[in-house]
């Protein structure tokens, strides 16, 4: 199958086809804004690493770290070190792993559960890397006559070793054993927990940069640069995306637009659509319709 050099490419193609695309790529890849789309998304560094920013958290990653992140939760590569960083990224259609689960194995596990701890992340030892990309480059090849056969063959052996990984990692109470242990959150400013809980807490209320500043007793220059450094994002940045991962949330369980803008904590109806529009590619209600059908 292709192997795509963008996301963008990638996320057109799993769209399209309803299934799953890999796309490989470079330090040389501008790194999208924080978003959020309809697949789940799985994301392995090759080598290299720095910041990432899922939700409300913020990991520390490096070569052999790997995030499982679903179709509801924002995210954003925050910060990357100079040095060469490859990595694979992996969409897939939620509907497609539904066909393929049981009773016995829940293939999408890995994107529905979170570890208090671990959160998204797991780390993959030597073995475990080596077979990893060992799946890639199996699905890089082109084998003509029975190719999307072989491909779906591949994908499921890959999916189903990943899922064994993350329940492993959940049962040992660890993330993996490492030469050097290292935490999995990086260290922050006391207050960014709090702030980011206020956020999330309060997402239909007037949260503006000034409000959060007097709410917290600091300055808003110092409030943006403290949070900015903690999440490699902007405040309002954070606040657009956090609603509109609740707003598609509200529109698969089937409210209105309209009460959907409400419900999320967006003031204005017209700011709604073009914010949404924007980070999702398509209006809010044909989401809806999408997400319904």
Known sequence: MLIYDSCQSAI?????????????LYSNEKTMEIHMHDYYEIYFSVSGGKQFLIDNRVYEFGPGDIFFINQFESHYLSKVDQT??????????????????????????????????WGHKRSLREEERKRFLYYIHKLS??????????DQSVFLELITFLNSIFVSRCHEGQPCVRDEPRAVLKPRHCQID???????????????????????????????KIFKDATGTTINQYITAKRISRAKILLAEGHPVAEACSLCGFGDYSNFLKSFTRAVGISPKKYASFIQS
Not at 141 to 150: H, I, K, W
Not at 200 to 224: C, D, K, M, R, V
């Open 12 to 24: 057109e193609s799993c769209a399209a086809a309803r299934t799953f695309a890999v796309a490989r």
């Open 84 to 117: 060469t960083h490859m990595r694979v990224v992996i969409f897939i259609h939620p509907e497609y792993l539904k066909q393929f689960s049981t009773r016995q194995t829940d293939l999408n596990y890995c994107f529905t559960y979170r570890d208090p701890v």
């Open 141 to 150: 090849e082109e084998r003509g006559f029975g190719q999307d056969v072989l």
């Open 194 to 224: 709090q702030i980011l809980d206020y956020i999330n807490q309060n997402l239909t209320e007037n949260l503006s940069i000034p409000g959060l500043a007097a709410h917290f007793y600091l300055s808003s220059s110092y409030l943006s």
